[in-house]
Nanobody, 119 residues
Framework: QVQLVESGGGLVQPGRSLTLSCASSRNIADFGRMAWYHQAPGKQRELVAQIPAYGRTGLSTTSHGRFTISRDAAENTVDLQIDSLKPEDTGVYYC?????????????WGQGTQVTVSS
């Protein structure tokens, strides 16, 4: 069983940057797509950034212009940097990973980390 544990959330002022980290109990090189999702209060969870493919570390993809995801092979984490934070970025951020093995895709989610953007 894979465990994903997010960290780095908290109360942040608008305009600041924040980096969230997702630690995995399994080597991240084993995973296919890894991603970060955001769930604002009262809304559905939505994708904000993702990294495709197996074994590709140090690859970043920018989604929505302010979110950058990257894999850190040395720390075995996938990180999300959020720039120019806005109040609407408030919510819970979830880490996601999928691995294809034994003929099926297995999806894993972390428990989430709360980010509150407020002055």
């Amino acid at each position: 069983q894979v465990q994903l544990v997010e960290s780095g959330g908290g109360l942040v002022q608008p305009g600041r940057s924040l980096t969230l980290s997702c630690a995995s109990s399994r080597n991240i090189a084993d995973f296919g797509r890894m991603a970060w999702y955001h769930q604002a209060p009262g809304k559905q969870r939505e994708l904000v950034a993702q990294i495709p493919a197996y074994g590709r570390t140090g690859l970043s993809t920018t989604s929505h212009g302010r979110f950058t995801i990257s894999r850190d092979a040395a720390e075995n984490t996938v990180d999300l940097q959020i720039d120019s934070l806005k109040p609407e970025d408030t919510g819970v951020y979830y880490c996601f990973a999928t691995v294809y093995e034994l003929g099926r895709h297995n999806d894993y989610w972390g428990q989430g980390t709360q980010v509150t953007v407020s002055s």
